[in-house]
């Protein structure tokens, strides 16, 4: 079988999965189920100055029948004295030596309070620090979380009092609340950062309740925006991570991959766009700490059949496939086909095409059902029938290339050819 075990800035764990700094490390309790269940590390709930937390704490977006497609908190750092904090994580580092713990902190904005917190947590045995610069709401208040990670130069400061005190591998976790994760990220590696992890929880307002007219989550008449997280914001996720992982500068570190990853296939996603390990939150509130399992078992038999001995074989495989749209090739095409002995003639594909997409798709009227066929002179292969079609390989992608040749935009540009004449 693969090997799965992860080694993360020389951090060894079983498998490369870890709990990520949230409600499900936020105590010995909840970290030693989680270990018992294959875990293999935790980032500690966020450390720092003891804060009080409100109550309600979450909402979420249902979709299609499904319960949290995406999750929003305003839940903050841990409520918990730090003192007890510092002893659980002492018990459960000598319970579990084998297991990654990783400490989430956010200390006041001051040399000396990095400098104290850091000195406290190390004396717990912890493996690696997790830097919290990306809490969307009530830290950013205080000119903490996202207010550190949305300012690369504060984000440089407060890494560089880090690295002065830190003996342990130090992660840098960064804000989506940018319009690129790149600047920061580039400035905490210069700062001397050992790692990166991202994402953090978007800025969100999930819904309103129509019938109190306030958004949820509900606080005596009011709400706040949160921090959006789950399986929505796994496209986002990922193209952030990417970004870093292409980065000359911010690919030289290890990056930890977090942002909606709920199955194996959506860690091996992760990795494949350059996370070394990968961080799990949303998926274990929602289904508990056993999920790890099928995790675990997925991985494992992906990696035997693409024949993938160790995490090393694919992990940033998939970065270099993502490139510029002017490097892509013009003369490469698509003409969709539908497969009639599959269709189920329910006519989505002809509903959508005819009226949003490219009018592709012959109707003919018929008893007992109609039937539907493509025009392949009008098909641009969008691909938007296939995915629309409720069933499996009914609909598929032929390529029908315009040319034998690659050609971009930029040389068709050169070459002076023909635009579209409709």
């Given at each position: 079988m693969a090997d799965i075990s992860s080694n993360f800035l020389g951090i060894k764990s079983p498998n490369p999965f870890w709990l990520a700094s949230a409600p499900p490390t936020d105590k010995k309790y909840n970290?030693?189920?989680?270990?018992?269940?294959?875990?293999?590390?935790?980032?500690w709930k966020t450390l720092g100055s003891q804060v009080k937390n409100v109550s309600s704490r979450y909402s979420a977006v249902d979709y299609g029948g499904q319960r949290v497609m995406g999750l929003n908190n305003i839940e903050l750092i841990s409520d918990r004295p730090l003192d007890i904090n510092l002893k659980e994580i002492t018990e459960c580092v000598k319970l579990f030596p084998d297991r990654a713990m990783i400490i989430s902190l956010m200390a006041d904005?001051?040399?000396?309070?990095?400098?104290?917190l850091i000195k406290k947590v190390e004396d717990t045995g912890a493996h690696g620090l997790e830097l919290n610069f990306g809490c969307p709401h009530g830290?950013?208040?205080?000119?903490m979380g996202a207010a550190v990670?949305?300012?690369?130069?504060?984000?440089?400061?407060?890494?560089?009092?880090?690295?002065?005190?830190?003996?342990i591998p130090v992660i840098t976790k960064l804000t989506p609340n940018v319009h690129s994760v790149v600047p920061t990220g580039r400035s905490v590696v210069k700062a001397g950062t050992n790692a990166l992890s991202l994402i953090n929880t978007i800025q969100s307002v999930t819904g309103v309740d129509l019938d109190t007219l306030v958004p949820n989550p509900y606080v005596a008449g009011k709400s706040v925006f949160g921090g959006?997280?789950?399986?929505?914001v796994k496209p986002i996720a990922l193209k952030m991570l990417t970004t870093i992982a292409q980065d000359e500068l911010t690919k030289k570190v290890p990056i930890s991959g977090i942002g909606g990853i709920s199955t194996w296939k959506d860690a091996v996603e992760f990795m494949?766009?350059?996370?070394?390990?990968?961080?799990?939150?949303?998926?274990?509130?929602?289904?508990?700490?056993?999920?790890?399992?099928?995790?675990?078992?997925?991985?494992?038999?992906?990696?035997?059949e693409k024949g993938f001995a160790t995490l090393d074989d694919f992990i940033g495989k998939s970065v270099p496939t993502i490139t510029h749209w002017e490097d892509l090739d013009i003369n490469y095409h698509h003409i969709a086909k539908i497969n009639q002995d599959k269709c189920i003639h329910c006519g989505l594909c002809y509903i959508t095409c005819e009226d949003t997409s490219h009018q592709s798709i012959n109707l003919t009227y018929g008893k007992p059902y109609n039937t539907y066929t493509v025009k392949e002179e009008e098909c641009v292969g969008c691909n938007l029938c296939k995915l629309v079609c409720p069933v499996d390989n009914c609909i598929t992608m032929e390529e029908h290339r315009v040319a034998p040749e690659y050609l971009n935009w930029i040389d068709f540009q050169k070459k002076g050819l023909p635009l579209n004449d409709h």
């Open positions: 970290v030693l189920r989680a270990f018992e269940a294959g875990w293999g590390g935790v980032v904005n001051d040399k000396k309070s990095w400098h104290e830290m950013t208040e205080r000119g990670g949305q300012d690369p130069e504060i984000a440089c400061m407060v890494v560089e009092w880090v690295m002065e005190a830190a003996t959006y997280c789950g399986p929505a494949l766009l350059g996370a070394t390990n990968v961080q799990v939150c949303t998926a274990a509130m929602k289904h508990g700490f056993r999920i790890v399992e099928d995790m675990c078992e997925g991985l494992n038999n992906w990696m035997d």
